[in-house]
């Protein structure tokens, strides 16, 4: 029998936990590796309790993410063969681990937003980026969450950003080079600089020298609300703007005006909102943004307005075959 979506809607806590648990004790990779097996196989393989494992892969199961045959063996479902391998691009188990380590625990923040406010929650909370990098393990692990989020899909934006003529590229915010490197091997003419906060850096020259890219890809440490964003033909926001409020977006985007070339773009790359409030991944990452940030997901035309406001025109949308979207804007 199908599951209802109230049933759907209630019990979601169960599957993503299911999920992470799954992923972190190596029982997709088993799958993939094996083929279809009994919990009692799998769980005599990665040293796990087998009851706990059969548990976990019925709730998995009634989600469609693993099929149950006749004889009580369980194979992952075929299309989400890339989502659990780590060694696919489409590898979602560090972002399902941010869910469950970091977001759960954040979740609780909306009780109080919806009594007291989310301004007078948050004056009394550290701001957003000094929790998240509070540690170089903490760091480490919500890079490692973005690369995720990012790596696969950055090759198709980079693609669809037409990057031929430009020589500099500022990715503002650009973590530890996800969209950067994507774009690199696409553009051999390019040079990329990575924008952001000083934690970041040995991160970012990590992933240029495992990738040897040389002085293609440099680390340039800074503030972006102190500072002025180092000049470029183009700079890109991943994933930016969705952590803060329009007027903060606005100067932010004005700074990029100003470091823009004349005829130059700047990239948003963000998940959409549909204009009838869907889909369902952004719909909850626009709570995720909610209590993680200050920010929220939008429609493409609120950010051709926010784009509009700093300067930019020829406002255009790019849609990709994942969940992050380009919005491109050009500076007359
Ligand atoms: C949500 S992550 C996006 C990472 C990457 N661009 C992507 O699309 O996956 C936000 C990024 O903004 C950076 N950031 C936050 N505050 C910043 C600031 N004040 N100045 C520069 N970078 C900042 C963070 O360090 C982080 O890398």
């Given at each position: ?8 809607a ?5 599957s993503?936990?299911?999920l ?11 799958l ?6 009994t ?15 059969e548990r ?5 199961a ?14 992952l479902?075929r ?9 696919n ?12 380590t970091?977001?759960?625990g ?19 909370l550290?701001s957003?980026?000094?929790t998240i990098?509070?540690?170089e ?6 890079l490692?969450?973005?690369?995720q989020?990012?790596y696969?899909v950055s090759?198709e934006?980079?693609?669809?950003a037409?990057?031929e ?20 091997g ?16 040995p ?14 890809l ?8 102190r500072?002025?964003l ?26 990029a005006?100003d470091a ?9 790359m ?7 409030g ?7 990452q626009?709570?995720s ?7 929220r997901?939008?429609?493409a ?7 509009r ?11 990709s075959?994942?969940?992050k ?6 500076k007359?």
């Open positions: 029998m199908t599951s209802s979506s109230l049933d759907n209630m019990f979601g806590l169960f993503t936990h299911a992470h648990l799954a992923d972190k004790h190596g029982v997709f990779v088993h993939i590796e094996e083929g279809a097996a919990p009692d196989r799998i769980a005599a393989a990665r040293r796990i309790d087998a009851e706990t494992l976990l892969l019925l709730v998995l009634a989600v469609s993410v693993v099929e149950r045959d006749a004889d009580g063996s369980y194979r479902a299309a989400l063969v890339p989502s659990f391998d780590p060694q691009p489409r590898y979602i188990g560090g972002f399902v681990r941010h869910l469950v970091n977001t759960t954040q979740l609780q923040q909306l009780d109080a937003y919806l009594t007291r406010g989310k301004a007078a929650v948050d004056a009394e550290p957003p980026f000094e990098y509070r540690d393990a903490a760091t480490g692990a919500f490692e969450a973005m690369w989020l990012s696969g090759h934006l980079a693609q669809l037409g990057l003529d430009v020589r500099h590229l500022v990715d503002v915010g650009g973590a530890s080079g996800a969209f950067a490197v994507a774009a690199l696409r553009y051999p003419d390019l040079r990329v600089t990575v924008y952001d906060l000083p934690q970041v850096g991160f970012l020259e990590r992933t240029r020298d495992e990738q040897g890219l040389g002085e293609r440099s680390f340039a440490p800074g503030d972006f609300f500072e002025a180092p000049a470029a033909d183009c700079l890109s926001f991943g994933y930016i703007l969705s952590d803060w409020e329009d007027k903060t977006c606005v100067e932010l985007l004005r700074k005006y823009c070339a004349s005829g130059g773009r700047v990239l948003l963000e998940r959409l909102f549909d204009e009838d869907g889909p369902l991944a952004t719909a909850a626009n709570l943004m909610h209590v993680e940030t200050y920010g997901h939008r429609t035309e609120e950010y051709f307005g926010l784009l406001e700093a300067g930019f025109t020829d406002c255009a949308v790019h849609r075959t994942w969940d979207h380009l919005v491109m804007g050009r007359p």
